[in-house]
T-cell receptor, first 113, second 109 residues
């Protein structure tokens, strides 16, 4: 299995809702990532997990809460989001290091209303 | 922090024409990735370069990393409508991948 699977593909949520994005990989990769991509912009890194521990938080607001239950799963819990948080959220995994290869999921298109 | 500038920002070419996209880094590149993205979809891995002067090809796409490892180019030969999309270069550090500004490619019939 050489894929990163993200669910759901689309999500519409209200500003008072709580929802979660899920990401799964079975390639044995030791690092997993969340990226946020706004329209016509490149993906921007949000969080990095290495060996199931949070290693990088790019000053992301606390309304985004990542979780790595095990080496294959990565969640992003969402609470009290703002309309400007609407974006494509991409998950990726890699072996780590500069040449470890990065595999991306197909993304979750999030709309906050 | 490492910054990647891509040029051109957008490109419209006629089917069958060749094209080149450039990616210039503010720092030395130790792992340079090229991805393609269709609008609103995930990133498709194209190639990864790490050695100065390295060149890789896949089908009609060739990517090069210059000797000084601060610039990469992506060349498409005889473009097809299937090549349309957004091309992103990415620079890898030990802990993360940072993307360039992106190049939007349209291929006309």
């Amino acid at each position: 299995d050489t894929e990163v699977t993200q669910t759901p593909k689309h999500l519409v949520m209200g500003m008072t809702n709580k929802k979660s994005l899920k990401c799964e990989q079975h390639m044995g990769h030791r690092a997993m990532y969340w990226y946020k991509q706004k329209a016509k912009k490149p993906p921007e890194l949000m969080f990095v997990y290495s060996y199931e521990k949070l290693s990088i938080n790019e000053s992301v607001p606390s309304r985004f809460s990542p979780e790595c239950p095990n080496s294959s799963l990565l969640n992003l819990h969402l609470h009290a989001l703002q309309p400007e948080d609407s974006a494509l959220y991409l998950c990726a995994s890699s072996q780590g290091g500069r040449v470890g290869g990065y595999t991306f999921g197909s993304g979750t298109r999030l709309t906050v209303v | 922090s490492q910054e990647l500038e891509q040029s051109p920002q957008s490109l419209i070419v006629q089917e069958g024409k060749n094209l080149t996209i450039n990616c210039t880094s503010s720092k030395t590149l130790y792992g340079l990735y090229w991805y393609k993205q269709k609008y609103g979809e995930g990133l498709i891995f194209l190639m990864m370069l790490q050695k100065g002067g390295e060149e890789k090809s896949h089908e009609k796409i060739t990517a090069k990393l210059d000797e000084k490892k601060q610039q990469s180019s992506l060349h498409i030969t005889a473009s097809q409508p299937s090549h349309a999309g957004i091309y992103l270069c990415g620079a890898a550090t030990l802990s993360k991948l940072t993307f360039g500004t992106g190049t939007r490619l349209q291929v006309t019939l």
